[in-house]
């Protein structure tokens, strides 16, 4: 495993590159309402990426598993979809959806990563619930990142709140190191697992990551769709997908994918 850490120079341009990320979500924020379809979100962020001079790195990723490569800029989840699902013209939001959008960027040679699931229109108790803790289990782990702690000792916070909640922790889907590629050492899981601690991460100033903790109304188990792409919960509930890129400072964090 090759960690790499980021000098505050590097962190800088990580910043310029999270907040194109995070301005493009708070955009498809405000479009995200009862009727629009996903593939005029993805138009969207796929020219906001073009306008501010970065490449959307989704589009054009190739999986084993799929025989096309990824088609959207965006990554667009409707309900049990738990991630990788593909935006499209034909997928019209209606009232009560659940929609995680995931996004990334490169902007001069350096990456930023975020999702969000959003609320179309009035979402059910139960959708609310799921959305609401996923969301704080982010910032419970952003609350906990400092140098000097193990990644093992944030992971083991963000579960216990998603159990107690009665959620179940996506465990085949993890978050990961970012930098100069989208995906960077270490694997950055959600919850603890033997194979975490007898690899554990100690978190140092300059170390980014994204986490990204994936929570399911019901079980935690998921399947891909015959189009090698869409993951969905096994038993067709609900999905919820938040994710930061973040950077360890001295003293703490930083999250770099915040709108200007
Ligand atoms: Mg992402
Ligand atoms: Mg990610």
Redesign the pocket.
């Known amino acids: 495993m090759a960690i790499t850490l980021r000098s505050r120079r590097e962190i800088e341009l990580m910043r310029k590159a999270g907040s194109v990320v995070g301005n493009v979500h708070r955009k498809l924020k405000e479009m995200a309402q009862p009727g629009i379809s996903t593939g005029e979100l993805d138009r969207v962020a796929a020219r906001m990426a073009k306008e501010a001079g970065s490449v959307a790195l989704f589009k054009g990723v190739r999986s084993p598993h799929a025989s096309v490569p990824f088609p959207g800029a965006i990554?667009a989840s409707v309900n049990d979809e738990v991630v990788h699902g593909i935006p499209s013209d034909k997928t019209i939001l209606e009232e009560g959806d659940v929609l995680s959008v995931?996004?990334?960027i490169e902007l001069n040679g350096y990456c930023g990563?975020?999702?969000r699931t959003l609320a179309i229109g009035k979402v059910s108790d139960g959708d609310r619930h799921l959305m609401d803790v996923t969301e704080e289990v982010l910032e419970i782990a952003i609350a906990e990142c400092r140098p000097g702690i193990l990644w093992s000792q944030v992971a083991a916070k963000m579960e216990q709140r998603a159990k107690e909640a009665g959620l179940g922790v996506v465990r085949d889907f993890v978050g990961h190191g970012i930098g100069t590629q989208l995906h960077e050492d270490p694997r950055v899981p959600n919850y603890v697992s033997r194979e975490l601690l007898n690899n554990d991460i100690m978190l140092a100033e300059g170390l980014v990551l994204?986490i990204?903790p994936m929570l399911n109304a019901g079980t935690a188990s998921v399947k891909t769709l015959s189009n090698g792409w869409t993951v969905v919960t096994a038993d067709k509930r609900s999905s919820a997908h938040f994710?930061h890129t973040v950077a360890m400072t001295g003293s703490g964090c930083e999250v770099l994918t915040l709108p200007d």
């Open positions: 990554c995931d996004y990334g990563d975020s999702a994204a990204e994710e």
